[in-house]
């Protein structure tokens, strides 16, 4: 049975405050405070998430009722939107659903804004309106996210449609135009400037617009602005583009509001041992919120596995059966899918599709899913229960007489024994310390050779720690085998460093995740961890992150090497001749393809500097 992450089980005393807004991220959301016990506080939004929740966590300014607050709080939780305006749109729903006691004010539907298409036989207006009434007859659209959102649509179909926004009774005793017709703003029907038929024209386009059924007039606008741009028309072209970019603004009500239908929206994602599934509830086109889960599983399991597993509990299991939507979104193909689609059919009484593979808003709640996921598997990670339990874990593990407060692994990185990098990473009893995270350019070794690579960097790292430079750790893991950590203990030796416990971690015979073997250096002892062990899941996940930074600074050393073979550095050739011969070849690619005879038809290019280019670009 999944167990959901809820707020009271990861509580140990005061909220750990610092450790939650150092993976907090920036992206737009909404966060949830909880107290003691589980009960919602407050629900907020944000267009940055970690600039917003920190706010509540400074030391002065804070007013008496925040400060009450933040004193109650035992848990945060978020969830991360597409946008600011998902974001008011979910805290809106959330907090009419949950009526946490610090929000204060509790909108209802009648207080959001609308555009209002009137029920005129001939010359409708489009107007802003705020609050949905049955009076009148007429067409509503909304509602929208905010009057500021009403405002701006109206303007731009005023813009492009001009259609008027007049009352009936101005309409009525109008003989000759207003202000508005004279701005380029509407056509006059007052009047009878326009035709009735052309003005539903008009009408018909805006009205497409607000439902969404743009394509059409969008392929048209974009058409318009490449013939403006064609003929040299480039503020008729850009007024264009303003256009097409304003209206698609208007269709701001996104992944929130924007297509119809029920669906749970389900995301896994792994990492260090532990797995993290989130589910998104959609119904009615309308995210209604997200709840997240961390099942035990066996590190055999693929994906697939393990959200056949899930959805089968999720849906089947305990005592009350949950509402089953008529789709069921995830990220890859479920074992057994068919057949649990068609028990999730004949319980829902109607079709259930389980889909992978989806467009439109249904790929951005997917997106949003996904992303979710990490994010809670990254919090949840850095979170101080969990690397505690995981430190005592090691402890026990290892057998050591303290709990280790600093930790570096060691890994190496390179492509065919090129551009070797060696990546230190340091853990201490918060997670991942990243202001100590160093990289070494390993140079003056044989292409290939790891134990010489290891060797190098060991010694620049540790001669410097005994020479009084550097902090000592507690713990020193090599990622590899018996062959990389006896070159470990050669350097320790030779540097007289007796105190420093040194494991490695080997990938095991069937070299997948949770199979590692660990191997200490003192007594040469191979030993294999259980794989739902909370000190292998520290182990994995330091391994693992020396092994991401690894590749990543070999990486960036690699494609800096790769940018400056092309072109920069070669004498000669400066940055007007680079532009140059970009601007006559086309890119790179293609002058890689060039001859030398072909070089030197670039102004500035001489036979014997196209040699030289030439032979830098194909290495000779």
Request: charged share 30%.
């Amino acid at each position: 049975m999944p167990t959901r992450s809820d707020p009271e089980s990861t509580h140990i005393g005061e909220f750990d405050s610092k450790s939650f807004l150092k993976q907090l991220t920036e992206r737009p959301g909404v966060y949830r405070m909880y107290e003691e016990g589980g009960s919602v506080l407050y629900v907020g939004k944000a267009r940055n998430l970690k600039k917003r929740v920190g706010s509540y966590f400074r030391k002065t300014g804070l007013a008496p009722k925040t400060e009450a607050l933040v004193g109650k709080i035992a848990s945060i939780e978020v969830t991360i939107t597409g946008s600011e305006t998902e974001a008011l749109l979910l805290e809106q729903n959330l907090i009419k659903s949950l009526r946490p006691p610090y929000n204060i004010l509790l909108r209802d539907d009648k207080s959001y804004p609308y555009i209002y298409l009137s029920s005129h036989s001939d010359y409708p207006s489009l107007t802003f309106r705020r609050g949905r009434t049955k009076k009148g007859g007429g067409t509503w659209f909304g509602p929208f996210p905010s009057s500021g959102a009403v405002k701006e649509s109206l303007n731009v179909l005023q813009k492009i449609f001009r259609i008027r926004n007049c009352s009936e009774s101005f309409f009525r005793n109008r003989t000759r135009p207003c202000l508005q017709y004279q701005i380029n703003r509407c056509t006059a029907p007052c009047v009878e400037y326009i035709t009735p038929e052309e003005y539903q024209q008009d009408i018909r386009h805006a009205t497409m617009f607000l439902e969404g059924k743009n394509p059409a007039i969008l392929h048209d606008l974009m058409n318009a602005m490449e013939a403006a741009s064609k003929n040299l028309e480039f503020e008729k072209a850009a007024a264009y583009r303003d256009q097409i970019n304003h209206l698609r603004h208007v269709q701001e009500q996104q992944s929130v509001d924007g297509e119809g239908g029920d669906a749970d929206v389900i995301a896994i994602a792994q990492d260090a041992g532990i797995v993290c599934i989130v589910v998104i509830i959609v119904r009615g086109g309308r995210v209604l919120g997200t709840k997240d889960y961390f099942p035990r599983y066996s590190i055999e399991q693929t994906e697939g596995e393990l959200l056949s597993a899930f959805l089968g509990q999720y849906y089947f299991g305990g005592n009350t059966r949950r509402e089953i939507p008529r789709d069921i979104l995830v990220p890859v193909e479920v074992e057994g899918q068919e057949l649990l689609a068609q028990a999730l059919s004949e319980s829902a009484n109607r079709e259930t599709r389980i889909r992978g593979n989806v467009r439109g808003e249904r790929r951005r709640w997917l997106e949003l899913a996904m992303t979710n996921a990490r994010q809670t598997l990254l919090t949840h990670l850095a979170s101080k229960e969990t690397v505690y339990r995981r430190l005592l874990a090691l402890r026990d593990l290892l057998e050591l007489s303290e709990t280790p407060s600093r930790m570096e692994c060691f890994d190496i990185s390179h492509s065919h024994g090129e551009n070797t990098v060696a990546s230190c990473v340091v853990f201490d009893e918060n997670g991942p310390l990243k202001s100590d995270y160093r990289l070494y350019n390993i140079e003056g070794v044989t292409a290939g050779d790891d134990y010489a690579a290891m060797r190098q960097v060991l010694s620049r790292r540790y001669k410097r720690m005994v020479a009084g430079e550097g902090k000592r750790p507690d713990l020193v893991f090599i990622d590899g085998g018996k062959g990389q950590l006896n070159i470990a203990r050669e350097v320790f030796d030779e540097l007289e460093i007796s105190d420093i416990p040194l494991i490695g971690v080997a990938k095991g015979v069937t070299r997948r995740a949770g199979m590692e073997q660990l191997i200490d250096a003192m007594t040469g002892d191979v030993f294999r961890v259980p794989a739902d062990s909370p000190a292998l899941h520290l182990i994995q996940h330091i391994r693992d992150e020396s092994h991401r930074f690894a590749i990543t600074g070999h990486r960036a050393r690699r494609d800096k090497k790769r940018r400056q073979s092309t072109l920069e550095g070669i004498e000669g050739v400066g940055p007007k001749k680079r532009r140059d011969l970009i601007r006559y070849f086309g890119g790179i690619q293609e002058l890689r393809k060039a001859g030398v005879d072909e070089m030197t038809k670039v102004q500035g290019i001489s036979k014997s500097l196209a040699e030289t280019i030439y032979a830098a670009l194909h290495d000779e």
